[in-house]
Nanobody, 125 residues
């Protein structure tokens, strides 16, 4: 099975940018649909973005479209989430996840079996 380690979070001012990383080990991430989710304070975990196994297809939550970009580097077994134009409401713990689903993309929490430990993003106003 694959192990995922998230990193790259931090404290940033509104309007700023961050790049989150998710390093995988144990198996090649090319076998998995990959995604990012987040959990805001007091809220349920929510879908942010997903990317297909070969990186050709992506899907985003409406709340992050145009500001967040998911990408993957299968050769280095890593996925990324580039976040720009950060807003205070983006404050959350961000998790990467891997799915063995049969579809091209996966945006439901239940489709993911493997999860990183999360990385905190805090946006100050």
């Amino acid at each position: 099975q694959v192990q995922l380690v998230d990193s790259g979070g931090g404290l940033v001012q509104a309007g700023g940018s961050l790049r989150l990383s998710c390093a995988a080990s144990g198996r090649s991430i090319s076998l998995y649909i990959m995604g990012w989710f987040r959990q805001r304070p007091g809220k349920a975990r929510e879908f942010v973005a997903t990317i297909s196994r070969n990186g050709a297809s992506r899907r985003y939550a409406d709340s992050v479209k145009g500001r967040f970009t998911i990408s993957r580097d299968n050769a280095n077994n890593t996925i990324y989430l580039q976040i720009t134009s950060l807003k205070p409401e983006d404050t959350a713990v961000y998790y990467c996840a891997g799915s063995q689903g049969m579809a091209v993309l996966a945006s439901n929490y239940e489709e993911y079996r493997y999860w990183g430990q999360g990385t905190q993003v805090t946006v100050s106003s």
